[in-house]
Structure formats: structure tokens, C-alpha cells
């Protein structure tokens, strides 16, 4: 019988639990083996011990890369993301990132040719191409169920860090950090962006941060406008001064109707649409409601299994890389900038279930269209 690959983890942050649930999904079904978890502060053990009993601690990351496991997940804060990424791949593993990937495209790239001279996977996060939910709404999109997409909205947010001063000095900002779901995901419907028009302001003037005061922090707000080659226009807000919202991760506005993606990128619980053909707003449940957003796991564990390349591109996530450093110089000039680079679309087509035709119909008045 073939032995499962095995998964090293880097890092024991927030995130960590998200991943371990997928592992935990794999390793009872014979399709992975857990391997160490690298956590450089030993004070956290007991913790983590108490929390999964029998876990595999380790303090340095050349213990993960070193043992025998076929796939390292990286979970460090991000200026560490592209080293550790690196020592991985150079020890031969496959690699599932979180986001930034990298810092910089040149960076990134460097990294995406080692990994296909070693012939190694290398996924980076997010994964919410993977979601069956986002896969459903690209679907219809790509089959002109709203006619020609002109404009999107998309937000997501949070009232920022207790727990790492990173997130506000010297880490990725709102837009890379939390605004990253929705470039990803309007990416993967809209197309590539060509330019950027950004504004960045600081809501919380000093934080806070496990007994740290951050005294200038980095600006908390993110708004972006692109513009998409197939000549749609997309908006995005990110902050991390956002204490609560209410309101769909995506809206997408088209010439023959309108889609709204409900919950987050990362976590969707459904969508509705409104057709003109059809007259009516459909709302539809998430595909996979236990869908998780540390899925690029399990799609990198899959692909060994199978053979096959993973559903992601890191042409795309080069793309973003190019995007956010867009915005960055935008908000420095107050000015547009444009976008050169660009990436194959993935083919994210999803058979729709047959309850996505007629599932909790409000027919409301034409003119509320």
C-alpha cells in the first residue's frame, strides 16, 4: 500500500487551527500523516500540547524540512514567508503558503522557478478558487447569466491584532493582508487588472499589542479601483479598523443582472442573483458549507495522490503581488498606475448541483431590478 504524504507544519499562530482541521480530515481517510509542527516560542507548548495531545512539537524549522514528510506548510508572519518557502522546496517538498507569498514579484518568481526546476508543488493562499461556492458563481458568470459584468464591490475586514504587532508595523497592510481574499476572487471572475487608483488612511492613531504600543502605526484603510481588461471596474475596501459588517463579500453588477456572494471569500455561505430572463432573486446555500479556507492543503495532498497539477496558478498570485505594489505607489503618487503583468485563467467550471436553478425564489416587483 502506498504511504500517504506526510505534512510538516512552520508555525503555530491564529491561522494554525484552520489547517489542522483539514489535516484532520485527511489523516483518519488514509490520505495524509501528520508530521512535526514547528513552534519557535516553547512557552506556547503546553498549549498546543493540551489542545492536540501526542502533537510533534519542534523549535526550529530545519526539523520540519529535515523529516520525513512530503509537504511543509508555511504559517510564519510574512517577511519569513518567501525564506522558509525556499528552504522547503530546496529540501525537496512540496509548499502551501500563506499569504503574501513573497514580498516582491522578483521574489516570487524566484520562487516559482525553483519549484518547477524540483518539480514541487507550490500553493499560496488564498486558496478561494478552490471553494465550490466562488467555482459555482464563476460558472455562471463565464456562462452570461448577467450579461456583460461592468462593475463589482467587494470588502472584508476586521478591528485588527491583539496578538502580533506585524499587523500593524512593517507587515503587508489591509490590502495585502485582509483585501488580498477579494483581489483574488475578482481576479478569478473579472479577469486581470491593467491599472490601480488607490487612497490609504490611518483610523486607530495608536495601538496596542501584547503590552507593545505601536505609537505610528501603518495605515489601518485600504481603498482601491481597478480596472479589468475586459473593461470592467471593481472596487475594493480592506481594513483593519473594521469592528463588524453586514453586507456580501462580492457584488457584481452586469447588463442582464446581478450577483452577490454572501459571507466571505474565505468562509461563503451561498449566493443570490437576480437574472432579468428570469425576473426574480434566487438565493442559493453554499455548495460545501464545511468547505474551509485552508483548502489549499488538501488540493496539494490530492494532486500528489493523483498526479495531477493543483487548481491555482502562481502566474495569478504573481499578478496580485503586482497589484498590491500597484497600490502602493498609487497612494505614494495619487495617481493611477497601470498593471503590465498577466495570467492564464484557471478554468474554475463547477457542474451545477440542480437546486441552483430554483432554490428559495423571492419573486420581487420588476421594477426593483
Same mark, same amino acid.
Given at each position: 500500500?502506498?504511504?500517504?504524504?506526510?505534512?510538516?507544519?512552520?508555525?503555530?499562530?491564529?491561522?494554525?487551527?484552520?489547517?489542522?482541521?483539514?489535516?484532520?480530515?485527511?489523516?483518519?481517510?488514509?490520505?495524509?500523516?501528520?508530521?512535526?509542527?514547528?513552534?519557535?516560542?516553547?512557552?506556547?507548548?503546553?498549549?498546543?500540547?493540551?489542545?492536540?495531545?501526542?502533537?510533534?512539537?519542534?523549535?526550529?524549522?530545519?526539523?520540519?524540512?529535515?523529516?520525513?514528510?512530503?509537504?511543509?506548510?508555511?504559517?510564519?508572519?510574512?517577511?519569513?514567508?518567501?525564506? #522558509?518557502?525556499?528552504?522547503?522546496?530546496?529540501?525537496?517538498?512540496?509548499?502551501?503558503?500563506?499569504?503574501?507569498?513573497?514580498?516582491?514579484?522578483?521574489?516570487?518568481?524566484?520562487?516559482?522557478?525553483?519549484?518547477?526546476?524540483?518539480?514541487?508543488?507550490?500553493?499560496?493562499?488564498?486558496?478561494?478558487?478552490?471553494?465550490?461556492?466562488?467555482?459555482?458563481?464563476?460558472?455562471?458568470?463565464?456562462?452570461?447569466?448577467?450579461?456583460?459584468?461592468?462593475?463589482?464591490?467587494?470588502?472584508?475586514?476586521?478591528?485588527?491584532?491583539?496578538?502580533?504587532?506585524?499587523?500593524?508595523? %512593517?507587515?503587508?497592510?489591509?490590502?495585502?493582508?485582509?483585501?488580498?481574499?477579494? #483581489?483574488?476572487?475578482?481576479?478569478?471572475?473579472?479577469?486581470?487588472?491593467?491599472?490601480?487608483?488607490?487612497?490609504?488612511?490611518?483610523?486607530?492613531?495608536?495601538?496596542?499589542?501584547?503590552?507593545?504600543?505601536?505609537?505610528?502605526?501603518?495605515?489601518?484603510?485600504?481603498?482601491?479601483?481597478?480596472?479589468?481588461? %475586459?473593461?470592467?471596474?471593481?472596487?475594493?475596501?480592506?481594513?483593519?479598523?473594521?469592528?463588524?459588517?453586514?453586507?456580501?463579500?462580492?457584488?457584481?453588477?452586469?447588463?442582464?443582472?446581478?450577483?452577490?456572494?454572501?459571507?466571505?471569500?474565505?468562509?461563503?455561505?451561498?449566493?443570490?442573483?437576480?437574472?432579468?430572463?428570469?425576473?426574480?432573486?434566487?438565493?442559493?446555500?453554499?455548495?460545501?458549507?464545511?468547505?474551509?479556507?485552508?483548502?489549499?492543503?488538501?488540493?496539494?495532498?490530492?494532486?500528489?495522490?493523483?498526479?495531477?497539477?493543483?487548481?491555482?496558478?502562481?502566474?495569478?498570485?504573481?499578478?496580485?503581488?503586482?497589484?498590491?505594489?500597484?497600490?502602493?505607489?498609487?497612494?505614494?503618487?495619487?495617481?493611477?498606475?497601470?498593471?503590465?503583468?498577466?495570467?492564464?485563467?484557471?478554468?474554475?467550471?463547477?457542474?451545477?448541483?440542480?437546486?441552483?436553478?430554483?432554490?428559495?425564489?423571492?419573486?420581487?416587483?420588476?421594477?426593483?431590478?
Amino acid at each position: 500500500m502506498t504511504v500517504p504524504p506526510g505534512v510538516g507544519i512552520i508555525g503555530a499562530g491564529n491561522v494554525l487551527p484552520a489547517y489542522l482541521q483539514v489535516l484532520d480530515r485527511l489523516v483518519p481517510r488514509g490520505l495524509a500523516r501528520e508530521g512535526p509542527i514547528c513552534a519557535r516560542r516553547k512557552e506556547k507548548w503546553p498549549e498546543l500540547l493540551r489542545r492536540r495531545p501526542g502533537a510533534q512539537l519542534v523549535a526550529d524549522a530545519q526539523e520540519v524540512v529535515e523529516a520525513d514528510v512530503d509537504v511543509v506548510v508555511v504559517l510564519t508572519p510574512p517577511d519569513s514567508h518567501a525564506e #522558509l518557502t525556499r528552504l522547503a522546496l530546496e529540501h525537496g517538498k512540496h509548499v502551501v503558503v500563506e499569504k503574501p507569498f513573497a514580498e516582491s514579484r522578483e521574489e516570487g518568481e524566484a520562487l516559482a522557478r525553483l519549484a518547477a526546476e524540483r518539480g514541487l508543488h507550490l500553493l499560496a493562499a488564498p486558496f478561494v478558487q478552490l471553494s465550490p461556492t466562488l467555482r459555482a458563481l464563476w460558472t455562471i458568470v463565464g456562462d452570461g447569466a448577467l450579461g456583460h459584468v461592468h462593475s463589482a464591490r467587494a470588502l472584508y475586514g476586521n478591528a485588527g491584532s491583539h496578538w502580533t504587532t506585524w499587523y500593524h508595523s %512593517g507587515g503587508p497592510g489591509p490590502l495585502g493582508e485582509a483585501g488580498i481574499y477579494n #483581489l483574488k476572487s475578482l481576479t478569478a471572475l473579472l479577469g486581470r487588472v491593467v491599472e490601480v487608483l488607490a487612497a490609504e488612511a490611518v483610523a486607530v492613531e495608536t495601538r496596542e499589542v501584547r503590552g507593545v504600543e505601536i505609537a505610528r502605526p501603518d495605515p489601518d484603510v485600504s481603498h482601491i479601483i481597478l480596472r479589468h481588461a %475586459g473593461g470592467a471596474l471593481s472596487s475594493v475596501v480592506s481594513s483593519q479598523a473594521i469592528q463588524r459588517y453586514r453586507r456580501p463579500a462580492l457584488e457584481l453588477y452586469g447588463t442582464e443582472g446581478t450577483a452577490n456572494l454572501l459571507g466571505d471569500d474565505w468562509d461563503p455561505r451561498g449566493f443570490e442573483d437576480w437574472r432579468n430572463a428570469v425576473g426574480t432573486w434566487e438565493e442559493h446555500d453554499a455548495i460545501e458549507p464545511t468547505w474551509l479556507g485552508a483548502d489549499g492543503l488538501r488540493e496539494v495532498v490530492v494532486s500528489i495522490r493523483d498526479g495531477r497539477p493543483p487548481l491555482a496558478s502562481l502566474e495569478h498570485d504573481l499578478h496580485l503581488l503586482d497589484v498590491v505594489a500597484a497600490a502602493r505607489e498609487s497612494v505614494a503618487n495619487c495617481a493611477p498606475v497601470p498593471v503590465d503583468s498577466s495570467f492564464a485563467a484557471l478554468d474554475l467550471r463547477l457542474e451545477l448541483p440542480s437546486r441552483i436553478e430554483h432554490v428559495h425564489d423571492h419573486t420581487r416587483p420588476s421594477d426593483e431590478q
